[in-house]
């Protein structure tokens, strides 16, 4: 698959086959969310891969109705970032790095919310993440369960505009 399909090919995935996912794949999964666009390459992210299900299923109590499938996937990456300037730019970055290689490696995975959610500091200490670190994501990660079907998206000529906006 090309970069570009990948891009263009990749959605949210909330159902997982119950199929582990070698630590190889994940480590690089993970490299590719740290090179990461960041600003002034401050680099203000560490990332905890967590792949066993109790820990799995305290995250899904804590997230409640915005992650009720992630004790179904068999590995969650969550992204934190240390509290600088561009912290959550940063994170994002990592985040959608993080979610076009899952794809490319034919896995599914989604973009469960962290920064400014109430459970985020909940997270934080269940993973016994220092305090100088802000969640920005939960990224559940498996093989999906069927086959992921594209959602629709406007058309570019509503969203892109030419010199300024008109």
């Known amino acids: 698959m090309s970069l570009y399909e990948t891009l263009i090919t990749r959605t949210s995935v909330r159902e997982f086959l ?34 066993n299900l109790e820990t799995r299923k305290k995250l899904k109590n804590l997230c409640k109705q915005n992650a009720p499938f992630l004790d179904n996937a068999p590995v969650c990456i969550a992204v934190f970032c240390e509290n600088t300037k561009y912290y959550l730019e940063d994170g994002c970055a990592a985040t959608q790095n993080i979610l ?33 670190y802000r969640l920005i994501s939960l990224i559940p990660i498996g093989y999906p369960k069927k086959k992921p079907q594209l959602t629709s998206r406007k058309n570019l000529s509503e969203i892109l505009f030419w010199e300024n906006y008109k």
Do not use: C, M
Request: no cysteine; charged share 25%; aromatic share 8%.
């Open 100 to 132: 076009n290689a899952a794809h490319s490696f034919g896995l599914g995975a989604v973009w469960v919310a962290g920064e400014k959610k109430e459970y985020a500091d909940e997270v934080r200490k269940l993973l016994n993440v220092p305090d100088k």
């Open 18 to 51: 119950d199929k582990p996912i070698s630590k190889d794949i994940i480590e690089k999964i993970v490299y590719a969310g740290q090179r990461a666009a960041t600003a002034r390459n401050v680099q203000p992210w560490i990332f905890i891969g967590i792949t």
